[in-house]
């Protein structure tokens, strides 16, 4: 009888994307993936596991008590893998803390779980695989297959900045790049299989590298590829940006005006504390140069509120960044501690009623902003990606080159066709589109 197996993923795109390639090289065993309600009941449960924030393994150990309390009911022990970053930073004590889990394997050791599988029906008890080298796995990995019209690539991955809070350098660990050969013709499959976007992913996308090559011509080669019709990359380090990079805003069509540009806080003091490698003045540098080269550009970023030693003068830094930059979307946390960074060593932790209110201020500002942005949109006409359907009969969401979703209703539309709409109005999550023509179908 063939195994059933289903996958909880959690955290980052570039944890989807491992997801999707798990499945793929379980799918390539003979094994069948079942989805939503019914995971609970497949033969093997693998949990995808993000490390990035707050009490990570905490919700992990719920998580798996949640899930033998429900096979215990059910009379089925699935077999139980953990899998991810938390797989990385907690590895064998994972088995020790929850008797139920059966494998551990990190996120660079995926290839081998159909391996690691194999031996654990057989008998084998405990697997723990951790191995580090990033890159051995897209060697091994089956050929993607079909998925929707927009699809993901890791074309990087791992870090080499030691941000003062993140656990990011430990747990997926150094920079490394694929070459561009390998990631041309996973771009080709994906195209292959009914992508018509690809967004590049890598914890730092633009610091990727193949011999003199750099992230401008990689964007370059992925464009020259027929069928790829828009091009978006996430997530980049103001340090990794390069002349040809911003270039590549004004050089190639296909590139969406869409630019993640995370950049923590606002304050050169924090910044520097958080070696964060830039400041305040390099990053408006930055910014102006995309701006005059793409004046469209849709700008977004990560920012943590709370850091050890933030001051209310620093924390005002941020929200005058955020002021003069003018976001048109952006991820804000709290400070959380994780055990083995630089910055959950220090004595200065901030209150976490201080943390929660700055928080809330933020938010605002980034909020109102999102709907400005948004608002800006309205009685432009653009093109519309049409990714899935809407709650009400006839409708659509996809999104615009600047990343917003837009619903747009007709009967006759499909996944994956690309429309022509006007936007007709705006709220901060999301914009009405009116179809005009249909460019392409599906
Ligand atoms: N606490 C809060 N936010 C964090 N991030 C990373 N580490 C932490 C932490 N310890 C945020 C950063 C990063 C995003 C992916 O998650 O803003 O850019
Ligand atoms: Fe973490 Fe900083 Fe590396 Fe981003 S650049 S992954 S925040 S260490």
């Known amino acids: 009888m063939t195994r059933s197996f289903a996958i909880k993923s959690f955290g980052c795109q570039m944890n989807v994307y491992d997801a999707e390639r798990m499945s793929e090289a379980l799918q390539a065993e003979g094994m069948t993936e079942s989805g939503g309600e019914s995971g609970e009941a497949a033969d093997v449960l693998i949990l995808n596991t993000c490390h990035i924030r707050e009490k990570a393994a905490e919700k992990l150990?719920?998580?798996?008590?949640r899930i033998s309390a429900r096979a215990r009911e059910a009379g089925h022990k699935p077999v139980i893998a953990v899998t991810g970053c938390v797989a990385q930073a907690e590895g064998a004590e994972i088995i020790r803390r929850a008797g139920a889990v059966d494998l551990v394997v990190g996120p660079q050791a995926y290839h081998r779980l159909p391996r690691l599988l194999a031996e654990q029906a057989a008998g084998a008890k405990a697997l723990v695989d951790l191995d580090m080298p990033a890159l051995p796995k897209f060697d091994t990995l089956p050929a993607r297959r079909r998925r929707g019209p927009s699809a993901f690539l890791t074309v990087q991955e791992g870090c080499d900045k030691f941000c003062a809070f993140c656990v990011v350098p430990y747990t997926r660990g150094a920079e490394a790049s694929r070459g561009l050969d390998a990631i041309v013709e996973e771009a080709r499959q994906l195209v292959d299989g009914g992508a018509r976007e690809i967004t590049l992913l890598g914890q730092n996308v633009n610091?990727?590298?193949?011999?003199?090559k750099g992230f401008g011509q990689l964007v370059e080669a992925i464009a020259a590829l027929p069928g790829v019709e828009r091009i978006r990359y996430t997530t980049s380090h103001p340090r990794d940006v390069t002349e040809a990079m911003i270039r590549a805003h004004a050089d190639i069509p296909q590139l969406m005006p869409y630019l993640h540009l995370p950049v923590q806080s606002g304050s050169d003091r924090v910044l520097a504390a958080m070696n964060r490698k830039h400041d305040r003045a390099f990053y408006f540098g930055l910014i102006d140069r995309f701006r005059a080269m793409r004046p469209d550009l849709a700008i977004t970023s990560d920012f943590i509120v709370g850091f050890p030693g933030e001051t209310e003068e620093d924390f005002a830094d941020t929200l005058s960044l955020v002021e003069q930059v003018g976001y048109a979307q952006a991820f804000s946390f709290k400070y959380s501690p994780?055990?083995?960074?630089?910055?959950?060593?220090r004595d200065d932790q901030i209150d976490e009623d201080v943390k929660s209110e700055?928080?809330?201020?933020?938010?605002?500002?980034?909020?109102?902003?999102?709907?400005?942005?948004?608002?800006?949109?309205?009685?432009?006409?653009c093109d519309i990606l049409i990714e899935r359907r809407g709650r009400q009969p006839g409708q659509w969401i996809g999104k615009s080159p600047w990343l917003q979703s837009v619903v747009v209703t007709d009967p006759t539309l499909s996944v994956g066709d690309l429309v022509r709409a006007e936007l007709v109005s705006a709220g901060p999550n999301s914009l009405e589109g009116r179809l005009l023509t249909m460019k392409t179908a599906a």
């Open 338 to 345: 994780r055990l083995g960074t630089p910055a959950a060593e």
């Open 358 to 381: 700055r928080l809330h201020r933020l938010q605002a500002l980034l909020q109102e902003q999102s709907l400005a942005f948004n608002r800006r949109s309205v009685g432009q006409s």
């Open 61 to 65: 150990y719920h998580e798996i008590g």
């Open 207 to 212: 610091a990727w590298a193949d011999g003199n």
